[in-house]
């Protein structure tokens, strides 16, 4: 019996991938395919006689370095054999054909087939057996994805005026690499700082982070905002954006007090401390100075004198929104004029508030005027004397104090040069009375008739349009008074 084999070898090819191919980067993995060497070896006996069974051996064997895959075998029997069995089982056969299915071979592998068969006439037997496999390999290319994400940080307020950092953190959360990632801040033109507002580009790598900082100033309005964009390199953008609150701070202060007064009168002023702003004022201070014409007498919280008690500085404790504080001052008006009073009110942060209040001290004279004599009685016909007094309690000179006498019509004025007599009535010349001068005036005068006289004394001047007036009373007697006298004692006593 004669025997022939066919291999055929079917292999997956690789266009991509080739042996000897040197490698361009450290991204990139070339891989190369040994391909597998399948043959095929049929044993039989040389000679057999018709109808006597024999046994044909068919052995698969992978003399290559790579698996054979899928290894399946087909042989075509001869119209002149008839087919008995196999072992192992074949998994399809015909009259004329049988397919064993081996599956993978490895390398340097072999698979043996015994297949039963009697001949049934004379003549060569000729066996075509073939071989199918595929030879493959395994190239792994990892897809990667790049993902940027932003994120924007900053303070919750701040304070107008005051610069403001925003911490803006570009993260590549993705597995790839982002490359020229552009990263652009956005700030109001008014807010803008010169430091770092130009566009950013870098690349990161996966699980990579870059932090930037940004400043901008907290110029006006209600708030602050930080505008920041990422864009790719492929186009793809991420925005954040960061809100400062802006706190805007104010400090007012009001002083208080009585618009005029008089010299040596006491007046009392209030300075009045407020926060109308939207933000705690943790610290300051109050100044107030004071005239020379004023003279503190009081104050209702401890605060440090300075200048000889002209300046008086208070400490500002933390005063809230919308709160106020209120600090009392006394003080006594030593001169005539105006007296102006400033107050500074100081905060932190750069807060400074002032006012003044002008205070109008006038002058005023205040004569007192009284009249008395010297004698409890006097005899009818006898001088009495009397005095006048004027005295100037006020803070300004009485220029024109005009003191005239007028005597009952049982009195009789003795003449004199120290005034002028006119009937009942005495006139003295017109003084002038420095504050706290006392002027004394005296003049004398006889009763004719016996009794009880009130001598009235009357001032007139130029800083008070109704006149003063004082009294007082003489007394004078006769024989007949001294008998009525003696007379509502004893009336029995006569008086000679």
């Not at 940004?214 to 602050?224: H, K, N, V």
């Amino acid at each position: 019996m004669r025997t022939k084999g066919i291999v055929c070898g079917l292999a997956l090819v690789i266009s991509l991938l080739g042996a000897g191919r040197v490698l361009a980067s450290e991204s990139e993995r070339n891989v190369a395919t040994a391909v597998p060497a399948i043959s095929i070896q049929t044993s039989v006996l040389a000679e057999i006689n018709v109808g006597t069974k024999t046994q044909v051996a068919i052995i698969v064997k992978n003399s290559g370095q790579s698996v054979a895959e899928g290894v399946s075998i087909q042989t075509q029997l001869p119209d002149s054999v008839t087919y008995q069995g196999a072992v192992p089982a074949p998994s399809m056969s015909s009259d004329r054909m049988i397919q064993f299915e081996i599956g993978d071979l490895a390398a340097g592998s072999e698979h043996r087939i015994v297949i039963d068969l009697i001949p049934e006439r004379p003549g060569p037997v000729d066996l075509e057996t073939r071989a199918f496999f595929a030879a493959s390999t395994k190239s792994a290319m990892q897809i990667r994805r790049p993902e940027v994400m932003i994120e924007s940080r900053a303070p919750e307020t701040v304070v107008v005026g005051e610069e403001v950092e925003f911490q803006v953190v570009l993260k590549n959360v993705g597995d790839g690499v982002a490359r020229d990632v552009v990263l652009t801040p956005d700030f109001p033109s008014a807010a803008a700082s010169a430091s770092r507002t130009a566009p950013e580009t870098t690349s990161l790598s996966g699980s990579e982070s870059q932090e930037y900082r940004f400043t901008a100033r907290a110029t006006e309005g209600e708030w602050l905002v930080g505008q920041f964009v990422a864009v790719t390199a492929d186009g793809r953008q991420v925005e954040s954006e960061s809100r400062v609150r802006i706190l805007h701070p104010a400090l007012q202060v009001q002083l208080n007090g009585p618009r005029g007064g008089f010299v040596n009168q006491e007046g009392e002023y209030e300075i009045v401390v407020s926060n109308p702003g939207d933000t705690t004022i943790e610290q300051g201070a109050v100044t107030l100075r004071v005239p020379e014409g004023l003279r503190v007498t009081a104050i209702s919280d401890q605060a440090h004198l300075e200048d000889n008690h002209r300046k008086l500085v208070w400490c500002l404790e933390p005063l809230a929104p919308g709160k106020s504080r209120s600090l009392m001052v006394k003080a006594v008006a030593g001169q005539v004029g105006p007296h102006r009073q400033t107050v500074v009110a100081e905060g932190t942060p750069q807060l400074v508030a002032r006012d003044e209040h002008l205070t109008l001290v006038f002058s005023r004279a205040n004569v007192d005027l009284s009249v008395t004599n010297r004698s409890e009685a006097n005899e009818v016909g006898a001088a009495e004397t009397f005095t006048v007094r004027v005295k100037n309690h006020g803070s300004r000179v009485a220029e024109q104090v005009s003191v005239q006498v007028v005597l009952p019509d049982a009195m009789v004025p003795l003449e004199s040069s120290e005034y002028a007599q006119d009937g009942q009535r005495i006139s003295f010349p017109a003084l002038q009375l420095k504050p706290g001068q006392e002027g004394q005036l005296e003049f004398q005068a006889t009763g004719v008739t016996a009794g009880d006289f009130a001598v009235r004394a009357r001032l007139e001047s130029d800083f008070s349009r109704t006149p003063i007036v004082a009294e007082t009373t003489v007394y004078f007697f006769d024989q007949e008074e001294l008998e009525r006298l003696a007379s509502e004692v004893d009336d029995s006593v006569r008086l000679r």
